[in-house]
C-alpha cells in the first residue's frame, strides 16, 4: 500500500510563495499519476493540479493556472508544488492524491485512490 506524506504548509501573506512536498512510500509506488487537492473551510474539496507520472504532462484547475507549478521528482517518489502570488482565497488544507490513469483524469477524482493526510496553507490579506 502506497502512503503519501505532505508537508511545506504554513501561513503566508498574500503575495507569497509557498511550495509543498508530497513524498510517497510504501511497498511499490506504483500509481501512474499524483495530483493536489485543497479544501477550504465549509467548501467540498477539489481539484488544484495533477501530473502523468511517465510524460510529466501537467494538468491545473483555471484559477491555479500561471500561479502554481506541480512537479515530480522520479528518483525520490516525490511530488511538489510551487505556489505563488497566493492570495486569500487560496486559503485550504491541500492533500495530495495518487491513483491510477492518466493525470488528465484527476480533475474529476477518477482513478484517484490513495490520500495523504493533508498540510494546511493559509493565506492572509
Known amino acids: 500500500q502506497v502512503q503519501l506524506v505532505e508537508s511545506g504548509g504554513g501561513l503566508v501573506q498574500a503575495g507569497g510563495s509557498l511550495n509543498l512536498s508530497c513524498a510517497a512510500s510504501?511497498?511499490?509506488?506504483?500509481?501512474?499519476?499524483m495530483g493536489w487537492f485543497r479544501q477550504a473551510p465549509g467548501k467540498k474539496r477539489g481539484f488544484v493540479a495533477a501530473i502523468t507520472w511517465s510524460t510529466g504532462n501537467t494538468y491545473y484547475e483555471d484559477s491555479v493556472k500561471g500561479r502554481f507549478t506541480i512537479s515530480r521528482d522520479i528518483s525520490k517518489n516525490t511530488l511538489y508544488l510551487q505556489m505563488n502570488s497566493l492570495k486569500p482565497e487560496d486559503t485550504a488544507v491541500y492533500y495530495c492524491a495518487a491513483g491510477l490513469g492518466d493525470g488528465r483524469y484527476f480533475k474529476s477524482f477518477i482513478g484517484v485512490n490513495v490520500w495523504g493526510e493533508g498540510t494546511l496553507v493559509s493565506v492572509s490579506s
Open positions: 510504501g511497498r511499490t509506488f506504483s500509481s501512474s499519476a
